[in-house]
């Protein structure tokens, strides 16, 4: 059978998703932890291989078993085996056509910026800090430049493996909320590093550094080379993944603002 699983993780600890043989992944804590409960060893294939330090609140995983277990035990048994920063919210049984990656049809990220003049220490790994004035109205209005299908070359990794650099960003919202300003970032799909190096345009047109129409300047450069900084990880969560209602998957709600809060923060 092939199963369907909802995951949250706190990435602080981990080099990234995809398991690497030097360091600890959350693939490879969640293929030990499934791998007991069916009791066989268990392959993941993900939605979106998130970076080192990068959350999730809404990851969505499959993998194959020759086991029978049900839904309930899927998701009990793994976390009884998962350390505390990684959790599986949901299981659900699908049909073998479905693929967590390919069958996809849009993604949801969030990028929180701290901005206030002095650090957090509770903060330190869910929020980026930036202790100079952003304008957030400035870089809501630079961000709807980028809306659409485009080649965004110039907002992905130098090491991107992806085959096109063409993505339909659908949605990319910016507002401050109190000390923090939050990006909500929606696409099909979404290339190495692109919503950090979004994010990285966009505070410097924030900090007044560059002219509103820098974002889309960049974007019609289709040169890395030539973009702005990669802003950090820790800022960065994957709050939602869509697929067809043929698969019948749980719906959560995006992950609200208040969710991402920490005391003290």
Known sequence: MRIALGIEYD???????????????VQQVLEMALSRVADHPVRVQCAGRTDAGVHATAQVAHFDATTYRSERSWVLGANVNLPFDVNVCWAAQVPETFHARFSATGRHYRYVILNRMTRSALQRNRAVWEHRPLDAERMHRAAQRLLGRHDFSSYRAQGCQAKSPVRELRRLQVRRDGERIVLEVSADAFLHHMVRNIAGVLMAIGRGEQPETWAREVLELRDRALGGVTAPPEGLYLVGVDYPEEFRLPKPALVSKDALRRPGG
């Open 11 to 25: 990435g602080a600890a981990y080099h990234g998703w995809q398991i690497q043989p030097h360091a600890p992944t």
